[in-house]
């Protein structure tokens, strides 16, 4: 990697003012790197600006974070004491405000001016083509644009007549449609079709909502014995990962996470071999009849939508809460690209053969988020400092796929699980094993100081 800056420091690019940019940027402040954030919108926050103008934004009116603020928590910046143990949407873009206050981040950042292309130059670096028609040069581009933002629908045979929404546009029972008196069909059982299927099946609203699945899902509590549910959840590198899975899905029936006590189809998985769903409310909308269950479409006709238990049913609109598509709009897509959310990345981070581009927050980390982008900006941080160097490319490669039996051996092939993996698990990775090892290479090809000059030898006879 090029260094341009005359503090000999990489000059650096930011794409992106969320989670994942904001918590680079500040590692980056942190080593004193020169850095700007280049964001399309004119806020922070990203995926949780409510309402935000970029379109980037998936938080629906009524949304809580469904992991708790204990453990959501950046590790050098906690959430307030008074808190729920489940904020608000509002609450967390607040969080978010008084992070970039407390380390003086907005002032690295160039709001309504984000990339629009990113070319790598042969010689190194990138040239930044931005929505102001500007061209920037840096020595290192950090890629923190998100992954949940670009919806990704189901793709069934036949024509729906009807309305159609994915979940990614919904904003409450009014907006963008009105969703009151309707026959609706909630398709996917993620957290959002969780949320979305309990609100618009709320008897006041006088609607008929039925909830379709492909694969079915494990639903987990949000509390257990009085406390958030994710405190109980923390495995140990020191036991072998398929151990602890095993003594989890022993233990399943515990929570009461089975589907089929709620008439949902029985799960294609064991438990934790796909991402769960967390929700209280959702089995109870099942049991009081509020919610009718119905296995994946299998044709859509008219209005009519033809289910793989025989049966079919009329409705009126079709909610899609079925993930979304990683996306890197500023990138040639022969040069980089995520098809079918596949893209190889060392550490989900780096790009082998590439030394100048690195890639922050694109994992389905559980049970936590904020934390696993801290612990990859860490590395990113010493990475750009030159204390830490990467392997080799034939290296990398071998862990990559090392990683990806490590986390995703055990999953289902689907779009939203090929980037999943166990935050506990992967944080001990880089701070004990990973970042000590880049440290040791860096310190093996510094160059050495040069020798100090021999002392003249004393003349014969002085």
């Known amino acids: 990697m090029r260094t341009t800056d005359p503090t000999g420091l990489p ?94 981040l907005k002032r690295h950042i160039e709001f309504e001016n984000g990339v629009q292309h990113a070319r790598h130059r042969e010689d190194g670096g990138w040239e930044l083509t ?36 994915h979940s990614h546009h919904y904003i409450d029972p009014t907006d963008p449609l009105d969703f009151k008196g309707k026959r609706i069909l909630v398709v996917g059982l993620g957290n959002s079709a969780a949320d979305i299927a309990v609100e618009l099946s709320s008897r006041s609203l006088q609607n008929q909502v039925t909830l379709s699945t492909r694969s079915s899902a494990w639903i987990v509590p949000k509390y257990a014995y009085g406390l958030p549910a994710d405190k109980y959840f923390v495995t140990t590198p020191y036991l072998p990962l398929k151990w602890q899975r095993w003594m989890v899905q022993k233990m399943q029936f515990m ?23 967390q929700s209280v409310e959702l089995p109870l909308r ?43 709009p500023f990138f040639d897509e022969d040069f980089i690209s995520a098809p079918g959310n596949h893209i190889r990345l060392f550490k989900r981070m780096f790009k082998p053969g590439l030394d100048d581009v690195v890639f922050i927050g694109f994992a389905q980390a559980t049970p936590t988020l904020f934390p696993f982008v801290e612990s990859q900006t860490r590395l990113l941080g010493a990475y750009a400092v030159g204390r830490y160097a990467l392997p080799s490319v034939a290296e990398m490669e071998a862990t990559i796929d090392a990683d990806h039996e490590k986390f995703l051996g055990h999953v289902l092939d689907r779009p939203r699980h090929t980037q999943q993996l166990d935050y506990f698990i992967y944080e001990h990775d880089l701070r004990a094993k990973e970042i000590p090892a880049g440290v040791e290479r860096a310190a093996r090809r510094r160059p050495a100081p040069a020798a100090a000059p021999a002392p003249a030898r004393a003349a014969v006879g002085a």
Request: hydrophobic share 30%.
């Open 255 to 277: 929570t009461g996470s089975n589907p089929e006590l709620y008439g949902l189809p029985k799960p294609n998985h064991k438990f934790f071999e796909a991402h769960p769903t």
């Open 286 to 328: 099942l049991g009081s009849g509020d919610i009718t269950p119905k296995p994946n479409v299998t044709l859509l006709d008219g209005e009519t939508v033809h289910f793989e238990d025989g049966t079919s049913s009329d409705f009126d609109i079709i909610v899609y809460a079925t993930g979304y598509n990683i996306t890197f």
């Open 11 to 104: 000059t650096t690019a930011i794409i992106g003012a969320g989670i994942s940019g904001l918590t680079a940027g500040k590692m980056l402040g942190d080593y004193g790197v020169p850095y700007t954030c280049y964001e399309t919108s004119d806020r922070i926050g990203g995926n949780w600006a409510f309402g935000n103008p970029n379109g980037h934004s998936s938080a629906y009116r009524s949304l809580h974070i469904d992991t708790s603020k204990h453990r959501l928590s950046f590790k050098d910046f906690p959430m307030p004491e008074e808190y729920p143990d489940f904020p608000h949407h509002t609450q967390i873009k607040d969080y978010l405000e008084s992070y970039a206050a407390a380390f003086d």
């Open 130 to 165: 931005l929505q102001s028609g500007e061209q920037r040069e840096v020595d290192l581009l950090v890629v923190a644009n998100g992954h949940h933002w670009d919806p990704r629908y189901a793709d069934f045979p036949g024509e729906f007549t009807g309305e159609t929404i």
